[in-house]
């Protein structure tokens, strides 16, 4: 790790994030990348057909994808990616109040990051900065096979 203030192994970047992300369900979604901290990911994620359920609300399967990707897209870049990687264990999701247009806002934070395991905190605001959802994902953090 170069910088002790971050949690990052390896920082990421914008661009990395949204490249490793297209042709798959975050890009799909319409999720875009926003912003890197020194200990959080934030990205948003339209409200629209895509992420509605059949009565015009963010389906809670869009709002927990979203705390997926930023989990886990975050806890890639906190471990050595030659040696490691990491994939969802588990995921919690409270849906505290409905969304029907514009943005949701997701920001992910590690509450812990261990060498075999990760736990995330996700909380999903909508424009107005009210909490929509808040997710803990769980992420187990394995070693990388070599291949001979």
């Known amino acids: 790790m170069s910088d002790s203030k971050t949690i ?3 920082r990421p970047t914008l661009e990395l994030m949204h490249s490793i992300s297209e042709n798959t369900m975050a890009a799909h979604l319409g999720i875009e990348f926003l912003e890197i901290g020194d200990d959080f ?3 948003r994620m339209p409200v629209d057909s895509r992420t509605v359920q059949p009565f015009g609300l963010l389906h ?3 709002s927990a994808t979203l705390a997926e990707t930023l989990g ?3 806890g890639a870049f906190c471990v050595d990616m030659e040696k490691k990687y990491v994939v969802g264990l588990e995921i919690n999701c409270n849906h505290v109040r409905s969304a029907r247009e514009g943005f949701v806002y997701g920001t992910a934070r590690p509450i812990h990051l261990g060498g075999s395991t990760q736990i ?3 909380r999903i605001l909508d424009e107005r900065d009210k ?3 808040i997710s803990r994902l769980t992420l187990a953090v394995l070693e990388q096979v070599s291949s001979m």
């Open 131 to 133: 909490l929509v959802c």
């Open 8 to 10: 990052w192994h390896t």
């Open 60 to 62: 809670g399967g869009a």
């Open 120 to 122: 995330w905190d996700i």
């Open 41 to 43: 990911i934030r990205a």
């Open 72 to 74: 886990s897209i975050a």
